[in-house]
C-alpha cells in the first residue's frame, strides 16, 4: 500500500539558518515514524542544503514551482534540470498562489507538468475552486477542467500526486467539510480512473490542502479518498508540523 503523505510548503517564509534547524529538529521529532512519507518544500534557495542535511534519510524535498524549460534566456526562474540536479525529488505546480497571484494558466501548469516528469521529477498537481465558483454550483467543472488542462497528454501516473485544494480554504483557518473534501476526492479519483488505468488511478495519492491543522488532522485523514496533506501554516511550526506526522502515521497504523 501507498504510504500516507505529509508534505509542508513553507511558501516565502523561513531563512536558511531556520530552515536548517527546522529540517534537523523535524528528524529528531519523529525518529520513530516509518509510515509516512515526509517532504518538505522550502523556497528554492534553501534546496540545496535541506536536500544535503536530508541525504539518506527517507524524508524527501520538493520545490514549490519550476518552469517548463531545462535551461534558457528566463531570469528569475528555476528549471526542473536544475532542481533534479540538485538533487529534488517532488515539485508542486499549479499552486492555487501560482494560479491566482502570478496568474499561471492551465496551458503553462501542463508544460511544466511534462517537464518535471521528463526530468524524473515527482509532480504535486493542486487544483481547487474559488469560493465563488463553489457558490455558483460549478466545482466539478472547475476540477474537471483543472485536470483534463494540467494532464493534457501526460499518460504516466507513477509520478504524479494530487492536491485538493479550495482556494477559499487555503490560510484562511476555513476547513472545507468532510462532505466536500469527500465528493471532490472521489470526484478526482474516478476522473483519474477514466485517465489511466483503475490500477494507475488507485495508486496515485490525493492530498487535501486547505487549513489543515494539529487540531483537525485526525478527522481529515478519516475522510474516505484521503491519502495525506499539502500543509502551509502548521507546517512552518514543529510542534504542529511533528504532531501531524505522528497522528498520520498513529491512523494508519490503527
Ligand atoms: P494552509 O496552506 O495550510 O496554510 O491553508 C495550504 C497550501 O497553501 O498548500
Same mark, same amino acid.
Given at each position: 500500500m501507498k504510504k500516507p503523505i505529509v508534505a509542508g510548503n513553507w511558501k516565502m517564509y523561513k531563512t536558511l539558518k531556520e530552515g536548517q534547524s527546522f529540517v534537523e529538529n523535524i528528524v529528531n521529532l519523529t525518529l520513530? $515514524?516509518?509510515?509516512v512519507q515526509v517532504i518538505f518544500c522550502p523556497p528554492f534557495p534553501m534546496l540545496f542544503h535541506i536536500v544535503e542535511i536530508l541525504k539518506n534519510s527517507g524524508f524527501k524535498v520538493g520545490s514549490q514551482n519550476c518552469h517548463w /524549460? +531545462? /535551461?534558457? #534566456? @528566463?531570469?528569475g526562474e528555476t528549471s526542473p534540470k536544475i532542481l533534479a540536479g540538485l538533487g529534488v525529488d517532488f515539485v508542486i505546480l499549479g499552486h492555487s498562489e501560482r494560479r491566482h497571484? @502570478?496568474? /499561471? *494558466?492551465d496551458e503553462w501548469i501542463n508544460k511544466k507538468v511534462h517537464a518535471a516528469m521528463n526530468l524524473g521529477l515527482n509532480v504535486i498537481l493542486c487544483i481547487g475552486e474559488t469560493l465563488q465558483k463553489r457558490e455558483n454550483g460549478l466545482t466539478e467543472i472547475v476540477l474537471t477542467e483543472q485536470l483534463q488542462k494540467g494532464l493534457l497528454s501526460v499518460d504516466k501516473s507513477e509520478k504524479l500526486v494530487i492536491a485538493y485544494e479550495p482556494v477559499w480554504a487555503i490560510g484562511t483557518g476555513v476547513v472545507a467539510e468532510s462532505r466536500q473534501i469527500e465528493e471532490a476526492h472521489e470526484l478526482i479519483r474516478n476522473w483519474l480512473k477514466d485517465k489511466f488505468t483503475k490500477n494507475m488511478a488507485n495508486d496515485i495519492p490525493v492530498l487535501y490542502g486547505g487549513s489543515v491543522k494539529l487540531e483537525n488532522v485526525e478527522d481529515l485523514i +478519516? $475522510? *474516505? %479518498?484521503?491519502?495525506g496533506f499539502l500543509i502551509g %501554516? #502548521?507546517?512552518?511550526?514543529e510542534e504542529s508540523f511533528s504532531g501531524i506526522i505522528h497522528k498520520v502515521e498513529n491512523y494508519y497504523k490503527g
Open positions: 520513530d $515514524i516509518d509510515g /524549460e +531545462s /535551461e534558457g #534566456a @528566463f531570469t497571484i @502570478f496568474n /499561471e *494558466p +478519516s $475522510i *474516505p %479518498g484521503v491519502d %501554516g #502548521a507546517s512552518l511550526k
